[in-house]
């Protein structure tokens, strides 16, 4: 509590293809002074998640890039340590979008409550923040499963997949999961309790997904793209739904494979099968947030949804951190712990 | 009515590109007799569209295919001529898919019966029937446009396009259609007061799509696939909707063209813009018959709705009616009267 220093990670250079620790570039100011209405925060945890990549670029999309030389954007955790904002006061945890650094000042914009009594308060990142709602909705909403039919996930250890999956085992539905180490398979099947769990990385994926979705796939829940997605769209059922909510595997591409067009065979199967694909942005579902917090505090707490976090120390290991998770080496919810958590031990 | 011989269309092969002439066959067989609870129906139209290049193939569809040396599958409307059915009298005249022959045998399975009063018999093949119940339904269903919303339809002086265009300036849309010739465009705008109509035969479609919609698309009705959709999708506002019901462009595609893949910038278009792509076939919607004739039957007595009719005489025409449709070179509805229509003059 004695640091005068705020420590920042910027982005230094936009990336081309994957990003490289020189797009980043560690920084100090002092702490700011909070102003009326205001109140200061320090970090205790930062989330990494693959959206960042998207705001690495000047692509347009839905959200404005970082600017160069910009402070990251991130969602944090952090605690209150000085607050002349009638809301908040010093000691509160609380969950904001406070960017990769060590401090920040806030005028309580986009800012929520943490309470520390129903789960860890690094799940407010993962299974009980952004990366649970988009599961949540996209599945529930969107992907509309019913009891009986057959869900996919791919990326299925990871924040948004595992929750993806074990939701729709709650529904009742044949779930499998796609996920790329073995031993990350073998949680999802084991831990996770998925009806199957396949690898990326195998040669034969299509034909392994045939035999595990013996009735075909009525919900293919996207958010990685590339050759799961291949695989999946000729066992696409009649009526089937498919909510893009990331595509991971595209976001480094930086030119298109030649090869034969495939829109048109796509679009065909959308006609023959009546597919909806349908993309999604969780800030346009922040209605659904209430419901989503009772129901998953529910499930967190009698232990119905198991989740796992991959966390590394130190605001300086974010962009390695990044860089990992793009490349599917991070096994869980990749956080960053840049402060002390008071409410551990 | 002194015929004695049933005139066929028959599928003599399957086509591998665009079909041509050598892949149907006339052929004559006795009249059939109708059995205890069946009715002998004569053929006066055939209904040609789009949809037939599919059941010529053998590929996976939502419909079987024609048998080779089958009689071709078509919507027609038909005059009863001897019935043993208890619900079906000489004299009636039905809508069924009878097929492209001059005479049937039908045990009423998938027959209604027609009303003249309302509108012209052969409409039952067009705005009436079924490719405008698929405007009707794709458009409010699936695209579900609001007022002040900017609609985009190809193949605008066809069957379908020209009825999405008219219901969506109905609802309140700015609607841009876009067909082949300068006297399609000239219809679409002058007689069904679309707000612009551009050819797809430009080389500037990108340009002055983007000219015409100066607010974006939110609404594009998918029937031809192809430059169309590319011209259309950079052009889709957060929250677009696509509906798609055919893909003329395609159906006669042998391979696909060797170019960038498209798939992956079209997957970051849905996710960015959270488009919604859904298939559909009209009869998964059968429900909605009864609220569309009624609306569309108002529509077209008191006329709200326009529609044109592209009739050519004989049925040994309808192959090369067919192939003309699956070019574009139709202006309406194609039609092939095979009989006298007893309501005429």
Known sequence: MTETMNRQVLLA??????????????????????????FLA??????????????MSDAKSYAEPVALDGVMTGGTVSEVVASNHP???????????LGWQSHAVSDGTGVTKVDPTVAPISTALGVMGMPGLTAYVGLLDIGQPKEGETVVVAAA???????????AKLKGCRVVGIAGAAEKCAFVRDELCFDACLSHRSDNLPAELAAACPDGIDVYYENVGGKVFDAVLPLMNVGGRIPVCGLVANYNLTELPIDPDR???????????????????IFDHAHRRAAFEAEMGRWLKDGTVKYREDSVQGLEKAPEALISVLAGRNFGKMVVQVGDDPTEG
């Open 42 to 55: 320090r970090t205790i945890y930062l989330s990494i998640d693959p959206y960042m990549r998207g705001r």
């Open 87 to 97: 809301e908040f006061a010093a000691g509160d945890i609380v969950f904001g979008y």
């Open 13 to 38: 250079s936009r990336p081309v293809g994957e990003p490289t620790s020189d797009n980043f570039r560690l920084a100090e100011t002092p702490i700011p002074e909070p102003g009326p209405g205001e």
């Open 157 to 167: 250890s990871g924040a948004v997949g595992s929750m993806v999956g074990q939701i």
């Open 263 to 281: 829109i048109p065979p796509l679009m065909r199967s959308i006609l023959v099968n009546r597919l909806k694909i349908q993309g999604f942005i």
